[in-house]
């Protein structure tokens, strides 16, 4: 995929989402932090059932010390891997109270060093808290990028460089949600809804299996 085509392939997923955002609910950087923590193997929607019940009584890293860690494994005792993923958050906020006054760490090294939290729940932090333009590789941006040829790699990373790298600036802020919305929803794993994707004709697997319909649907 060229540069200009990478262009058109962002334009037309702003045209069709200008605001796109995280499907977890959370309304502070903290509140973010523990839900993106429960994400891993779990769905938004189930992390937004236990969030429900466990953010109106603690949403704070004291409040989630105070509740304690049977108190909060009760709270998300719905979400796979609950009891290891309530030590880790309780882990986080002694760490966060100890060393940032209670407060969400801005920078990523601080993020990467809170229990549970790796570089990709630190890019989810910096890009949806904190306005950073960091691009978080899942499972669905990385098979998009390979698919289509976006930003291919071998591995999470090495997507993540190429993506930093050619994902034109005025895209960047928001690259991560309109790449992972797509591969929720369009570009699933198994069938993919290729013939009512908004950029099949730029899509280097598209083009690959349609070879003719690519050519008569590009400008
Ligand atoms: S055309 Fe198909 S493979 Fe390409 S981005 Fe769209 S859904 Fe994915």
Redesign the pocket.
């Given at each position: 995929m060229n540069n200009d085509t990478r262009r058109q392939f962002f334009e037309r997923l702003r045209a069709a989402n200008p605001a796109p955002t995280t499907e977890l609910h959370f309304s502070t950087p903290f509140e973010l932090l523990v839900a993106v923590v429960l994400s891993a193997q779990a769905t938004d929607k189930g992390v937004n059932k236990a969030t429900a019940r466990l953010f109106p009584v603690a949403n704070t890293p004291q409040a989630i010390l105070d509740l304690g860690l049977g108190g909060l494994k009760e709270a998300i005792r719905t979400i796979g891997l609950y009891n290891a993923k309530a030590e880790n958050i309780i882990k986080t906020c002694r760490l966060l109270i100890e060393r940032h006054g209670g407060e969400v760490p801005r920078e990523r090294a601080a993020l990467e060093a809170l229990p549970g939290v790796g570089r990709k729940t630190a890019n989810v932090i910096l890009n949806t808290a904190f306005g950073e333009p960091t691009i978080a590789v899942d499972t669905h941006i990385f098979r998009?990028s390979n698919?289509?040829g976006l930003a291919p790699g071998k591995n999470v990373l090495e997507v993540e460089k190429r993506l930093l790298k050619v994902v034109p600036r005025e895209f960047r802020q928001d690259a991560h949600h309109w790449l992972i919305l797509h591969g929720r929803y369009?570009?699933t794993a198994r069938s993919?809804?290729?013939p009512s994707?908004t950029?099949?004709d730029l899509?280097d697997?598209?083009r690959r299996a349609s070879p003719h319909r690519a050519r008569s649907a590009t400008p």
């Open positions: 998009v698919r289509t369009v570009c993919p809804k290729c994707c950029v099949a899509c697997s598209w």
